[in-house]
């Protein structure tokens, strides 16, 4: 991974015009480290806030792969044009507001991939880490979020905001350290179009692929 303190600079963003600046050296991203200045097909550049606002309308495309337990991403806006990337920049606001429609004018909806559980802890509620990706809006720490399977809801809070790429088995130790040293509020969050990890602590949530997180 590039060094985050080094910045290199991609010339003027072809939407906003302001300087694209790649801090990753175009594409280490993750829901947690958050947007990138990326270089489209044609040799134009979308800066980080710009790929940000894009991102709704072209979701990173992520497998995971179980053997290797990696996750292998394709970031679909590196295959624009610059003329693409200013269509697309104006069908953002339409599309949100359809979706929006579409999931019950949710602030925040997220799609469930898997799911595993650990002991929270003598007397506590276990964490459950939820995989999968933030279809629209964003999720933080301490957000109180409704799970919603097999037509029930749930309240449950998020107390860490992890990467999807911690898909591996961990115990229930290891992952209340993770949540308690490295989880930061600041910067761990789960944006639009990313894969990500919500670790929520509550008993009895049980959900499978296909169900909903979603946040007022
Ligand atoms: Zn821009």
Redesign the pocket.
Known sequence: MADKGKSVSYGN??????E?LSKYGGGELTGIEGPD?IKLKDGQH??????R?LRLLYPLQWTFDEAKRTVETKDPLWELTGDEALEADRQVVPYREDLREQYGFHNAVFIVDAMAESPGGFLKAPLVSVFGQVLYGTFYMQDEVTVISGGKEMKAPVVAVEEYQFRIPMSASTLKDRVRYYADPATHIGETGYPIQLVLQAKGISVKAGDLIVKD
């Open positions: 963003c072809v939407i906003c015009g302001r694209a200045a979308l800066c980080g806030a710009c790929v606002k």
